[in-house]
Every structure is written in structure tokens, then in C-alpha cells.
């Protein structure tokens, strides 16, 4: 019998957790042993493509999806089990079968049916990849106050502008780019554009290299022609791109939340095995009371965290809601919980666990980007304190309007790789 805290939420997925288990033991770890690699920094594009397709030929990448565009509408509970899992595996494939930020992305189901056909459904299959061009040098948490213009041309759409950051945009098939335009004002100004990567007047300048690995890409849109229709919802829908954000980014949080706590267990159970082998003044290191504390500090946080992920998924799920606030709590609690987390099991295995390499040592700068990416820990406060009653985000001067200096461009990191 499961008798686990978190049982309540995951006995009715057994099924679907047990299929995912085998496909992680049975296909993902053995594909994994082939590398000799020890951490997931050097895998090449087409393991990562196979990786993806392979888990949507068995159901799993993008199930969440609804049957008209290929998933399976599994609940968000089922989802996050499946991403605890992934990360809590071990195995740095794992989390690659399930999206990212190359994968579907609820933004998308906002889309018209037409592009839902057209870009959804291939990011569900894992046959097309896509990037996110929200951050821009002047707006980065402020993310709807966009220097980033896209002006009417009869029909068309003229886009231009600078996106900084964006992941993985060596290698995907379109873009989600924003952009304001001069037809509504405050955040119904900004519109999502789908911008296909050979559309001319795209030029990716420079990449920048992220701690754990990761590649970030600066994107620049120099007269970007577009039909009427590349943009999200259709142009009556326009002005809908910061409201269908705000639907789309509950679900994200929360599921980051459990990658976060998957990966804790993790760090946990590195700790844990560490702290039973290895001896020390003729005893296993793990019978210190000094080295007990990093592990138990773990495991209590850990179990709080995951309850409060799964409780969010159980009310969307259940009662089809999901407020920004209590997704901001779920995130802000398991990506902080990542970060120490880590810093124990570390701790507790001493320069081994330090050592370039190590799983541990990998996790360490990984987790530093969790607190960042989808909303910043600081900016899910701003979103309780909101819910509290305690006031909201004031609107700062504009770009290029005095108080935004050109010179904050500097800030940009000059490196390139
Ligand atoms: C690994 C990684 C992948 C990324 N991928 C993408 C991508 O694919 N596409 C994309 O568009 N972007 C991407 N980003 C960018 C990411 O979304 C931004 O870094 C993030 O939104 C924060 O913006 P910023 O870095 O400009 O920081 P800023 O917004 O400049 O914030 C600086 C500091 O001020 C704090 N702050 C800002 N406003 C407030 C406020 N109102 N109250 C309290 N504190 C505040 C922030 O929390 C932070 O501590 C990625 C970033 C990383 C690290």
C-alpha cells in the first residue's frame, strides 16, 4: 500500500507514473550508461530529438495537451508526478522527454485553430522546436514595457527590435516574439507574433553561456514582414497576448515547482547514500548529528514543498483553478528549497561532491537559474503581496523615455561563445 504523504494526489496516475518509471529504467538510463557522461551538459541535439520523440510516440511528451492536437489531457497532477519523477530519477534524460522551453506551450492553445494545426500540434509530436523572445535589454521582469514595435503595413505586420536571452534558438522551427503595438494602450498594447526562423530580417547576433551550460541566444528583428494571421489568436485577438500570458503562466510555475522538487529528491538521496557509506572516526558519516541536520532540514522542506506543488494541481485539476498566487508560492518554495537543498547534499559529501563533474557540483550552478527563469522569486513576492492587498507593480518610464538610459545596454554580459 502507498502510504506516502503525497498518496492522496498520486494513487489514481499509478498507472501512468508506472509506465513512466519503465520508460526512464527500461530505455532512458541504458541510453544514458551508453555516454560515460556524468553530468547533462554535452548532449547532442539529436539524443535530446530522440529523447523527445520517443516519449511522445509512448504518450508522455505534451500529454497534458488536449486530443486535438495530439496529447492526451492528462491533468496537471499526473504532469507534475511525471516531472517530480523525471528530475528525482537521476537520470539527465529523463527531464528531457518531458517539455521545456523548445516544447508546447499552453500560449499556444490561445492560438486559432489554424495555428494550433499548424504549431502546436508539431511541438506536441516533438517534430518542431520553438523559442520564447519575450526578455529584451530594457525589459526584463517588466516584461510589458517593450521597446520591440510592430507597426501595420496594409495587411502585414512590420516587426522591430532586440530580444536578449532566448533558449535554444540555434535550432527551433518559430519563435513567439513580443511585441507592442501603437492600436491599445497599457499592457493591451503587447502582441505575441509567431515568426517562423527563416523569416527575413532575423538575425541572432550573439549567445551567451548560462553557469550549468545552457546556451541563450540575442535575437534581432530588423523589418520583419508578417502576414495578418502570424499573430497569436488572430488579429482580433491581438491585444489578448498579456492576459492569455497570465492564464498560461500558473500551470508553468507549478510544473517548474515540481521539477524543482524532483530534483531536491535527488540531492537528498545523493546525501542520504553518502552519508550511509562513507566513514569517518569509525563511524558512517551519517550518525553525526551535524550531518543528520543537512538531510533532515532536506526531507522536511522537501515534503512541505511537494505537498504544496500538488495541492495547486489538485485545484486545477479538480476545481479549474489556479491563481497566480498560489503558483507563486509553489514556485517561490521549490526553487528555493533547489538551491539549499543542494547546498546540503554537497555539504555532506564533502570535496567529492565539489569536484568538477559530480552530479552535485552540476546541480549546484543548475539550480541558481530556477529562481530566475518564469518569474523571478522576487516578483512572485510582488504577485502575493499583490493578493495580500498590499498593492501592485507601479508602471517605471518607458524605454527610451527619461530615467531608461541607453547606457543600461552595458549591463549586458559582453561574452561570447
Ligand atoms: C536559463 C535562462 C533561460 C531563459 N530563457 C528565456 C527565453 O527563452 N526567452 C526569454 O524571453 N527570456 C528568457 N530568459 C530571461 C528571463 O526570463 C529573465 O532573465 C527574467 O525574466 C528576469 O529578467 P532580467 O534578467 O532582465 O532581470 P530584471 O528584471 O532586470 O531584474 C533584476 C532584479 O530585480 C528584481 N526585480 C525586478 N522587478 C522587481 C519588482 N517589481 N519588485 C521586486 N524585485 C524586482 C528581479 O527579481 C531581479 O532580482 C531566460 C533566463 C535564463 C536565466
Given at each position: 500500500m502507498n502510504a506516502s504523504l503525497t498518496a492522496v494526489f498520486e494513487?489514481?496516475?499509478?498507472?501512468?507514473?508506472?509506465?513512466?518509471?519503465?520508460?526512464?529504467?527500461?530505455?532512458?538510463?541504458?541510453?544514458?550508461?551508453?555516454?560515460?557522461?556524468?553530468?547533462?551538459?554535452?548532449?547532442?541535439?539529436?539524443?535530446?530529438?530522440?529523447v523527445r520523440r520517443r516519449s511522445a510516440e509512448l504518450g508522455f511528451y505534451g500529454a497534458e495537451f488536449p486530443e486535438a492536437v495530439g496529447g492526451r489531457g492528462l491533468p496537471l497532477t499526473a504532469v507534475a508526478v511525471l516531472r517530480h519523477l523525471a528530475g528525482g530519477s537521476g537520470c539527465p534524460l529523463a527531464p528531457l522527454a518531458l517539455p521545456?522551453?523548445?516544447?508546447?506551450?499552453?500560449?499556444?492553445?490561445?492560438?486559432?485553430?489554424?495555428?494550433?494545426?499548424?504549431?502546436?500540434?508539431?511541438?506536441?509530436?516533438?517534430?518542431?522546436?520553438?523559442?520564447?523572445?519575450?526578455?529584451?535589454?530594457?525589459?526584463?521582469?517588466d516584461a510589458y514595457h517593450l521597446a520591440t514595435r510592430a507597426r501595420r503595413s496594409g495587411s502585414d505586420w512590420v516587426l522591430n527590435g532586440h530580444k536578449i536571452f532566448l533558449s535554444n534558438l540555434e535550432v527551433v522551427d518559430f519563435v513567439l516574439v513580443f511585441a507592442a503595438t501603437d492600436e491599445h494602450g497599457g499592457p493591451n498594447s503587447t502582441a505575441v507574433f509567431i515568426v517562423d526562423t527563416g523569416t527575413p530580417g532575423l538575425t541572432v547576433r550573439q549567445s551567451f553561456q548560462g553557469m550549468s551550460g545552457e546556451l541563450l541566444y540575442e535575437l534581432l528583428l530588423n523589418d520583419v514582414r508578417l502576414p495578418a494571421d502570424a499573430v497569436l489568436g488572430g488579429p482580433e485577438q491581438a491585444h489578448l497576448a498579456v492576459a492569455h500570458s497570465m492564464l498560461s503562466l500558473p500551470r508553468g510555475r507549478v510544473l517548474?515547482?515540481?521539477d524543482c522538487n524532483g530534483l531536491a529528491e535527488y540531492a537528498l538521496n545523493l546525501g542520504l547514500e553518502h552519508a550511509r557509506r562513507r566513514v569517518a572516526f569509525g563511524r558512517p558519516v551519517g550518525t553525526f548529528?551535524?550531518?543528520?541536520?543537512?538531510?533532515?532540514?532536506?526531507?522536511?522542506?522537501?515534503?512541505?514543498?511537494?505537498?504544496?506543488t500538488l495541492a495547486c494541481t489538485h485545484q486545477a485539476d479538480e476545481y479549474k483553478e489556479l491563481t497566480s498566487e498560489d503558483a507563486a508560492m509553489a514556485k517561490i518554495t521549490a526553487t528555493e528549497l533547489l538551491k539549499r537543498a543542494v547546498d546540503h547534499a554537497l555539504q555532506v559529501l564533502g570535496g567529492r561532491g565539489w569536484m568538477k563533474g559530480h552530479p552535485l557540483e552540476y546541480l549546484y550552478r543548475y539550480a541558481r537559474m530556477m529562481p530566475i527563469v518564469g518569474g523571478t522569486t522576487e516578483i512572485q513576492k510582488v504577485i502575493i503581496a499583490h493578493a495580500l492587498g498590499l498593492g501592485s507593480l507601479a508602471q517605471g518610464p518607458a524605454p527610451g523615455a527619461p530615467g531608461r538610459r541607453a547606457e543600461e545596454e552595458r549591463l549586458l554580459p559582453e561574452v561570447t561563445v
Open positions: 494513487t489514481r496516475h499509478q498507472p501512468t507514473i508506472e509506465a513512466f518509471r519503465r520508460f526512464v529504467t527500461g530505455e532512458l538510463e541504458p541510453l544514458w550508461e551508453e555516454f560515460g557522461e556524468s553530468t547533462p551538459e554535452h548532449i547532442p541535439q539529436d539524443v535530446k530529438r530522440h521545456g522551453p523548445e516544447g508546447p506551450t499552453p500560449l499556444l492553445a490561445h492560438g486559432t485553430p489554424e495555428q494550433q494545426q499548424r504549431y502546436l500540434a508539431p511541438l506536441v509530436r516533438a517534430e518542431k522546436m520553438r523559442s520564447l523572445g519575450l526578455t529584451e535589454p530594457l525589459a526584463g521582469s517548474t515547482a515540481a548529528q551535524h550531518v543528520q541536520e543537512h538531510l533532515v532540514t532536506t526531507r522536511t522542506e522537501l515534503a512541505a514543498s511537494k505537498l504544496l
